[in-house]
């Protein structure tokens, strides 16, 4: 049986082991806060101006982030909203970048 003084030992072991993981999470947590996000907008622009990353890394992640952009059923490029022509093909919908686009589509449509 342990005795007292063993007990109140165990007990500040434990109660000194549980501060070292709480401050192991603390400096886990400060440093994550400390590393910039390239995905936030505003982190994304202070990298940019301060050259940590290239205008084409900044690019590429807002390209990304716009859920706006498809592409195009017959060529794969980006549909000009203004300009984009929808189809029903077979039960299913298609987006074309221009009626050229959507005309061709369709022709390879029907010969398959």
């Known amino acids: 049986m342990a005795t007292k003084k063993e007990k109140a ?10 501060e ?3 401050e192991t999470e603390e400096k886990e947590k400060e440093i994550e806060k400390e590393e ?3 995905y936030d907008k505003e982190e994304r622009e202070g990298q940019l101006d301060e050259d940590e990353i ?3 890394e900044a690019g590429f992640v807002e390209g990304y982030e716009d859920e706006d952009i498809v592409e195009c059923g ?3 490029g980006q549909i000009d909203w203004e300009n984009a022509v929808e189809r029903e093909i077979n039960g ?3 987006m074309f970048c221009n009626k050229k686009c959507a005309e061709s589509f369709e022709k390879r449509k029907a010969r398959d």
Do not use: L
């Open 54 to 56: 290239s205008p084409a």
């Open 9 to 18: 030992k165990k007990w500040v072991d434990k109660k000194e082991k549980e």
């Open 36 to 38: 910039d996000d390239i």
């Open 20 to 22: 070292e993981t709480r």
């Open 74 to 76: 017959a060529c794969g």
């Open 92 to 94: 299913k919908t298609y």
